[in-house]
């Protein structure tokens, strides 16, 4: 069956980076894309980009261009999400998805990671 | 921030149809791309429960249909249950800025 597994939790310190990784099984990693989604507490879902796990293209949400980098790992069929110069508004589960090939939906989803920005 | 629209919140009493409305532009669900429906539980990673506009995914109980004409789209529950509170999404792909995904603003379902 499809999983993605997400790593731990995170604190981080305001302007520290945070690299949260996204374990793909249960399918061929390389035939889907992977979209990176975030949720502030007690708010809504925000796009943050997405990843083609078959040749790396990217395409970030302009509000985090320069801050966020999406990465794959096609060995060991990883996904990764770095985000750089935190701030407290980036406190945050964040989630990654599979995207479907087809219609573009997000199929499968991740567990979630938390991750804290704080002083 | 959000750019497709749904109203906060609905509620039912078990057994009535409810529906959430999910407003875009012409940019997005009104240049044709598909809508996609996703119910969050408490606590929980979302999880999909429409997609292309009406279609769903092997498992979802088929009291969940959804609808899509002109700028807008919609999610029905009709036969309400307990288990149907959560927090619904629409998302669709929006060719401005670049293209990007876009999700709606979230309803939140209480049944009563």
């Known amino acids: 069956q499809v999983q993605l597994v997400q790593s731990g939790a995170e604190v981080k310190k305001p302007g520290a980076s945070v690299k949260v990784s996204c374990k793909a099984s249960?399918?061929?990693?390389?035939?889907?894309?992977i979209s990176w989604v975030r949720q502030a507490p007690g708010q809504g879902l925000e796009w943050m980009g997405w990843?083609?796990?078959?040749?790396?293209?990217?395409n970030y949400a302009q509000k985090l261009q320069g801050r966020v980098t999406m990465t794959t790992d096609t060995s060991t069929s990883t996904a990764y999400m770095e985000l750089r110069s935190l701030r407290s508004d980036d406190t945050a589960v964040y989630y990654c998805?599979?995207?479907?090939?087809?219609?573009?939906?997000?199929?499968?989803w991740g567990q979630g990671t938390l991750v804290t920005v704080s002083s | 921030q959000s750019v497709l629209t749904q109203p906060p919140s609905v509620s039912g009493a078990p057994g009535q149809r409810v529906t959430i409305s999910c407003t875009g532009s012409?940019?997005?669900?009104?240049?044709?791309?598909?809508v996609h429906w996703y119910q969050q539980l408490p606590g929980t990673a979302p999880k999909l429960l429409i997609y292309?506009?009406?279609n769903r995914p092997s498992g979802v109980p088929d009291r969940f249909s959804g609808s899509k004409s002109g700028t807008s789209a919609s999610l029905a529950i009709s036969g309400l249950q307990a288990e149907d509170e959560a927090d619904y999404y629409c998302q669709s792909y929006d060719s401005s800025l670049s293209g990007s995904y876009v999700f709606g603003t979230g309803t939140k379902v209480t049944v009563l």
């Open positions: 990843i083609s796990a078959y040749n790396g293209n990217t």
């Open positions: 292309g506009n009406i």
């Open positions: 249960g399918y061929t990693f390389t035939s889907y894309g």
């Open positions: 998805a599979r995207v479907a090939v087809v219609s573009g939906s997000f199929d499968y």
């Open positions: 012409s940019s997005n669900i009104g240049a044709g791309y598909d």
